[in-house]
Structures are given as structure tokens and as C-alpha cells.
């Protein structure tokens, strides 16, 4: 159980161009979700806060306007990169909170998109 | 968020156990200690948590210090699919609620 299922797995997209990324709870409710940003040899690096019906919280030094995040609903998360530059070519991860779930609940991630900018 | 440190990499040889440590020396009175691991090309996964005393699952042991400064992950018999980068977290509900912030980790390599 606690499946969280990323689409697509890897994508390459033309500079300018948007890509959209999404995170399902498979077998869960997840009021909260999390995105990360992850650059090779690095560790994970939290983008933003994503709670369902309401505006996700972007961490220091993230452009909200570039990183667009909706959570409509309380199984899907999605996250527009808009007008990729090289720069943004990463893997991108998500993770998800049990809805109902204490603080100290594991949180359950997806495998991650990796994304490639040309 | 309070700060850990963990050695860069460890190396161990498949059967025998391995006993990842962390530094925690400001920790709070209402930091959990969390460990998670990821794989290569993969995220991360949960492999234990806790507060004051040691703790057993599936996975691994937690074992924590007294003065809870540090604490050990123990993997009682490593394999070559535990070959990955663990992760010790420091979080607290009150301030963190449920997110997770990755430092660098360790890098555990295990030999056949």
C-alpha cells in the first residue's frame, strides 16, 4: 500500500517550452504534498508545499511563477515547469502525507521525473 | 531546522551489519529523528523514525543516544539492494508539521 505514482518518468522538452508533472496517491487521500528538486550527486532540495483546494507554499528563492503547482484534488498533485531553460533539467520528485496521518506519518514518494531541457 | 551531520559514505560487505551514524547535537526536545534512503534513480523511501528509545522494524534499528545528540541506523545484515544514500532527518511536528528536509546523506556501499 502507500503508492505514489509519478507521470512521466522522464521527459525532454524544448527550451521555452512547459512541462507538466504529475503525482498521484494510489491507494491514499494525501491533503499535503511535497515537490523536490534533486540535481545529480546532490540531495534533495524541498521546491514547495502543495495542500489540495488551496495555493502551495513555495520555499525561499523558488519562482511560484515558474513552478506552477495545482492540487485539485486530494489524490493528484501537478507541477508546470513554464518555459524550461537548461537550467531546469533535474529530477524532479514528489512525495505525499496521508490525509489524517499524524506529523511523524512516513511520507510516501513517487519515483521521480527526470527532466531534460535541450 | 536543526542540523545533522553523517559521514559522506560507508562501505560494508554483503552479510554483515552496518551501523550508519548520525550527529545530532541540536536537537530539540520535540525533534523525531527519521530515516529515509534512496536508491539510485529512484526516491526516497522511509526506513525508520524516533523519539527517546530504540526502535526495531523490518527494515533496520534505531539507536539513540541518551542525551539524543546522535544516533545509529543499524542494518542487522546489509545486502547489495541496500547499497544507497541514507538520510537522517531531524523533524518536529510543532514547527515542521509533516516536511521532510534532505541533508547530504550517506553514500553506503556494499561489497559482494
Known amino acids: 500500500g502507500a503508492v505514489v505514482s509519478q507521470h512521466p518518468s522522464w521527459v525532454i522538452c524544448k527550451s521555452g517550452t512547459s512541462v507538466k508533472i504529475e503525482c498521484r496517491s494510489l491507494d491514499f487521500q494525501a491533503t499535503t504534498m511535497f515537490w523536490y528538486r534533486q540535481f545529480p550527486k546532490q540531495s534533495l532540495m524541498l521546491m514547495a508545499t502543495?495542500?489540495?483546494?488551496?495555493?502551495?507554499?513555495?520555499e525561499q528563492g523558488v519562482e511560484k511563477d515558474k513552478f506552477l503547482i495545482n492540487h485539485a484534488s486530494l489524490t493528484l498533485s501537478t507541477l508546470t515547469v513554464t518555459s524550461a531553460h537548461p537550467e531546469d533539467s533535474s529530477f524532479y520528485i514528489c512525495?505525499?502525507?496521508?490525509?489524517?496521518?499524524?506529523?511523524?506519518?512516513?511520507?510516501?514518494f513517487g519515483n521521480g521525473t527526470r527532466l531534460t531541457v535541450t | 531546522d536543526a542540523k545533522t551531520t553523517q559521514p559522506n559514505s560507508m562501505e560494508s560487505n554483503e552479510e554483515e551489519p552496518v551501523h550508519l551514524p548520525c550527529n545530532h547535537s541540536t536537537i530539540s526536545g520535540t525533534d523525531y529523528i527519521h530515516w529515509y534512503r534512496q536508491l539510485p534513480s529512484q526516491g526516497p523511501e522511509y526506513v525508520i523514525h524516533g523519539l527517546t528509545s530504540n526502535v526495531n522494524n523490518r527494515m533496520a534499528s534505531l539507536a539513540i543516544a541518551e542525551d539524543r545528540k546522535s544516533s545509529t541506523l543499524i542494518l542487522h545484515r546489509a545486502t547489495l539492494r541496500d547499497a544507497a544514500v541514507y538520510y537522517c532527518?531531524?523533524?518536529?511536528?510543532?514547527?515542521?508539521?509533516?516536511?521532510?528536509?534532505f541533508g547530504a546523506g550517506t553514500i553506503l556501499r556494499v561489497k559482494s
Open positions: 512525495s505525499a502525507s496521508r490525509a489524517g496521518g499524524s506529523y511523524n506519518s512516513p511520507l510516501h
Open positions: 532527518i531531524l523533524r518536529d511536528p510543532l514547527t515542521d508539521g509533516n516536511k521532510l528536509v
Open positions: 502543495s495542500n489540495e483546494g488551496s495555493k502551495a507554499t513555495y
